[in-house]
DNA sequence: ATTATTTTGAGATATATTTCACAAAATAGC
DNA sequence: GCTATTTTGTGAAATATATCTCAAAATAAT
């Protein structure tokens, strides 16, 4: 059984709607609701359901707290995720001083730079210098990564968390790093994806103007 | 012609190596140097180009400056693209800071917060109080916006900056936006693609125990 | 100038993803 | 208890996306 990606970040976004409606004090759903919320079909999410072996009533729709408990467990939320950071700069401090993680059972343990002023060693959560990057993962069994730090230097990082033993995370930086399998990573660009609103922007308003 | 999402990412991002390739003194790419650097298929590539009326020369490969010039007109680098970001936290100020965006023709114009504290109406970008947007999309004709306030308040701030005349943009709340036709908001949320990787890491591993 | 080699471009094929449509189950009303 | 209504679950159809394959063009080699 394999799932596509698709249907795991739904299933993810599934499950922000859910548990803001269980603090509501709401106990059922149906994919309609679920539907609105996510901007997708019934359809749609009554298939994601059912490829993860999400069961409703029929005609009573869904227990939200049965189906939290299942999506826990398909998502792993049954330990709590120890993530690190390397790159201390605009992005990778906004992260590590996010709030909204921790609900989420994902923990920032630590932060990494090259830079020695970004170091702080005191605190909360302490940010080290880049070259204590990889004992650490090794002495604290991290598997997450998140690389934050400038392009040019994102594939000597990456390496490095990769022989220490991270086994997936995100990128921050605009390049495509080179792995093997064993090894998931998740590329974010806020560049990329300006541009491709952007992109589709323009040919809405090109439509439009075909139209009027 | 209606072109996917997934070309126009993608041309983005063969854009970005290409931009690279160039400073470094090189003329010209073949599909599969193009593939190799993005994590895609020559063939990929060469659809996507053909796609987008990118041509090359059978044996002698693409001239990086020529289709550099024709992705600019199709993603719309001719003009500069201003900016707004609502919410000044994390995300929020990270962004406004990011230096990566102006050498890709996006300049972040303006700030905007509900708290007080954040507004500093001097300096490089102004941030000015949340109440002051509608007046400044308004005035300055601005076109993108970028969510990145808490989920509740995100709504209500995207309405004001729609009524305003904002088409289109980001989204860093983990909601999903209810909007209208003629407008683009797409939707960036850290917490799920970690989720969703930590999904794929797990998977992975049962797999590989599975194998052993 | 001819032949061999390389790479594009695009139709055909394959795969992935989404939507449709409706039977079956559960509930509510009478 | 029977009927009407609602909503799930899923196979089938539709759409979207990616890959395969190979002829045609361009270049390089002889």
Known sequence: MKYGNRS????????NVLKR??????????????????????????????????AGNK?????????????????GKDKV?????????NIGSALIHYKGFEKEGIEIVAGFDADPVKVKETGNVKIYHINKMYDFIRDNNIEVGIIAVPDNAAQAVFDIMVSAGIKGGLNFA???????????????????????TIYFMNALKKQDELCS
Do not use: H, W
């Open 8 to 15: 795991i970040i739904r299933l993810s976004q599934y499950r």
């Open 21 to 54: 409606l269980y603090a509501l004090g709401f106990l059922k759903v149906f994919s309609s609701n679920l539907s609105d919320a996510v901007g997708v079909t019934p359809a749609q999410v009554r298939k994601d359901f059912s490829q993860f072996g999400i």
């Open 59 to 75: 005609k009573g729709g869904y227990d939200i707290n049965d189906i939290l408990k299942k999506m826990d467990g398909i998502l």
């Open 81 to 89: 995720q120890k993530v690190i950071i390397a790159g201390m700069g």
């Open 174 to 196: 605009p390049i495509t790093l080179k792995m093997d399998q064993g090894c998931i990573m998740r590329n974010i660009n806020v560049g990329v994806e300006l541009e491709t």
